[in-house]
């Protein structure tokens, strides 16, 4: 029985990533859902519980982790990351399709799991871009943003890790790249 595709995406803070997984699957077309992440960070204005992400506490995420609950997990400015099994594998298997928006230290944990894996790193053309991105954002402190960028720098380094590269300079463009890739693992 052939699985569901399992499409991995990544890429520095301000990349869009999350934007652009969102429009193609607002745009629907195959059977496809994203995997919601547990953190231990707050929520941002608007994100809803189970929707964005699970927003868990300290303790209920470390006691996921000592059960063998997350496929990958990762400590990311500070706060607990992590994709529940759960998330991922009973959909593939009923034939939905599942994608993981997570960063380089989760996929280097979730390759050696799945050699079916298709990966993907999203980023801009200009290093300007991301600064503007995060402030646009609105909910990031100064702090906050000399981090992003910081870890942004070290992340734009592993693009070369990833089977395909989207350059989301333009959000139009970026979907219709990441659509013609998903039909193909779809075909």
Known sequence: MKLAPLILVSGP????KST???????????????????TTRDPRPGERDGVD???WTRERFEQALEAGGFL???????????TP???VDGYREKGTG????????GADQVRPLYP?????????SR???YEERLRLRGSETEASIARRLATARRELERGGDYQHLIVNDDLETAAGQFCGLLARQFS
């Open 13 to 16: 803070s301000g990349s869009g």
């Open 20 to 38: 652009l997984i969102r429009r193609v699957l607002a745009e629907g077309g195959f059977p496809l859902r994203l995997a919601v992440s547990a």
């Open 53 to 55: 992400y699970h927003f």
């Open 72 to 82: 990958e997990h990762a400590i990311v400015h500070g706060q607990l990351y992590g």
């Open 85 to 87: 099994r759960s998330e």
């Open 98 to 105: 599942v994608v993981l928006d997570i960063d380089v230290q």
């Open 116 to 124: 079916d894996l298709v990966t993907v790193f999203v980023k801009l």
């Open 127 to 129: 290093w300007e871009m």
